[in-house]
Structure formats: C-alpha cells, structure tokens
C-alpha cells in the first residue's frame, strides 16, 4: 500500500512537471513598448521643437548653469564674505532654486501631458498587437517585466511588441 502511494505520487509529480515543462511564459513591459514606438518618439520630437517648451528648457538650462557658477564662486571667496555678501548669497540662491524648481515643475507637466496624450492614443493598438503577439508565440502565462524578478531576455516580448505595435501605427 504504501508503495502505491509512493508510485503515485511520483506520477503527479512527473506529470505536474511535464505539464509546467509546455507552458509557455513571456514577459512584456508595454509602457517601453509603447514610448520605444516610432509615434511616440515622433510625438517628443515635436514636443521639444515647440518654443514653448524649448524656452522654458533654455530657461532650466541657464538657471542650472547660474547656480552651479554662483556655487562655485562661494566656494572661492566664502571665507571672506561679509554677512551681508553672505545674505545676498543666500538670497540669490534661494531665488535661483525657486526658479529652477517651477521650471522643472512646468517641463515635468508638460511631459506628463504628452506621455499621457501618447497612451491615449496608443494603449488600444498596443493591447491588440499583445494578443496577436500572445497568440502567435502560443504564451499561455503573460507576466508584466515589472513583476518579475529575473527572466531569461529571450522570454521578453517588448521588443517584437514595438515592432508589431509600429507595423500598425504607418
């Protein structure tokens, strides 16, 4: 009797693992998929030509540049500062990061809006080139990249995922 549980359990178990050894598991990160693709790469080109943008850019640029100078002559001639150059010091760098932060603030808002703009309008064709994508590869488990902790790359969808997703977006 207890051979034949022994003998039975060890069938299951082949069995269990034959049937793990068929399925097939893939990982996608369809967020990369989607801003790898040909359209969304064109819609950030046109972002930054807009002079809106590339003003408010410059502007980032050039506070980031005034601060690090104004950092590197405190560096030179802090030890014979007044407290009065010492307050100025201060005063201008407050002004600069202030300035420099809702620069920031207005490019990250605009980005979001364009990254937002992009899923809107790509996110459909994405999720119908995941099923062609998932049906052609004959994956039976889809995990998000994000969800798993090491895969071999060649279970990786994204890529074929970009590429499927351009081929329906000329």
Known sequence: M???????FVMAT?????????????VVDIGAAIF???VAKKRQGELQA???????????DSTAADINALQKEAEAKRLTWSEEQAADYQKRMEYMRADI???????????????NSIVKELQPKALEAL????????VDILLRSEAVLLADPSI??????TERLNQKTR
Request: charged share 25%; proline share 0%.
């Open 2 to 8: 207890r051979n034949l549980k022994t003998v039975l």
């Open 14 to 26: 082949f069995l269990s693992v034959s049937a793990l050894a068929e399925t097939k598991i893939a």
């Open 36 to 38: 790898g693709s040909e």
């Open 50 to 60: 807009q002079s809106e943008y590339a003003s408010l850019q410059a502007k980032y």
């Open 101 to 115: 932060e809702l620069t920031a603030r207005k490019l990250e808002g605009e980005v979001r809006g364009l990254q």
């Open 131 to 138: 099923q062609e994508l998932v049906k052609q590869e004959s």
């Open 156 to 161: 990786n969808l994204t890529a074929k995922l």
